[in-house]
T-cell receptor, first 111, second 113 residues
Framework: GEDVEQSLFLSVREGDSSVINCTYT??????LYWYKQEPGAGLQLLTY?????DMKQDQRLTVLLNKKDKHLSLRIADTQTGDSAIYFC???????????FGQGTTLQVKP | DTAVSQTPKYLVTQMGNDKSIKCEQN?????MYWYKQDSKKFLKIMFS???????INETVPNRFSPKSPDKAHLNLHINSLELGDSAVYFC????????????FGPGTRLTVT
């Protein structure tokens, strides 16, 4: 299957850490991705991780991959109001560049 | 210096009409995509072209017809518009160093009344 599941909503206080979770069913993907969509805009690649890695850190972002449980998470440290957006987990499918997206997690950051 | 642009940004039309959405990318990418995002923000791929050749054609009604005159352009024509076609349509392109990195346009919000 190609399903990607995410929780729909997360609310945090400014300065706290945010953790957005994702589960997927297709274990053949070489890469897994996190995309960000700000209001009224298209998606933008935030970060990605190879399937043979457990963790990737990029400034305030930490991606954790548990391949056995098919679980991907995105941790945002010191969350800012500008981080308020919808975050999509995605994985590649096949050799055509097709991406399968989760339904997106809306992150609300309160001042 | 817009990377992926779409026109129009908003499109309001009546059921039964035919409309087109245009997309252009200036990134030199070989592959372009059309996605549909519904009211619940669910994003689903519709079509993909690589160097003007159709490579992805998901289960989409025949009323939707993509056209790629060259690798920098991918247009979407929709015939006999229905209420259920109301959504935001995103164009994207890829071809950079990171496999799976797609550059999205700003979207076209289509409202069918």
């Amino acid at each position: 299957g190609e399903d990607v599941e995410q929780s729909l909503f997360l609310s945090v206080r400014e300065g706290d850490s945010s953790v957005i979770n994702c589960t997927y069913t297709d274990s053949s993907s070489t890469y897994l991705y996190w995309y960000k969509q700000e209001p009224g805009a298209g998606l933008q690649l935030l970060t990605y991780i190879f399937s043979n890695m457990d963790m990737k850190q990029d400034q305030r972002l930490t991606v954790l991959l548990n391949k056995k449980d098919k679980h991907l998470s995105l941790r945002i440290a010191d969350t800012q109001t500008g981080d308020s957006a919808i975050y999509f987990c995605a994985h590649g499918s096949g050799n055509t560049g097709k991406l399968i997206f989760g339904q997106g997690t809306t992150l609300q950051v309160k001042p | 210096d817009t990377a992926v642009s779409q026109t129009p940004k908003y499109l309001v039309t009546q059921m039964g009409n035919d409309k087109s959405i245009k997309c252009e990318q200036n990134l030199g990418h070989d592959t372009m995509y059309w996605y549909k995002q519904d009211s619940k923000k669910f994003l689903k791929i519709m079509f993909s072209y690589n160097n003007k050749e159709l490579i992805i054609n998901e289960t989409v009604p025949n009323r939707f017809s993509p056209k790629s005159p060259d690798k920098a352009h991918l247009n979407l024509h929709i015939n006999s518009l229905e209420l259920g076609d109301s959504a935001v349509y995103f164009c994207a392109s890829s071809g950079g160093q990171v496999r799976g990195e797609q550059y999205f346009g700003p979207g076209t919000r289509l409202t069918v009344t």
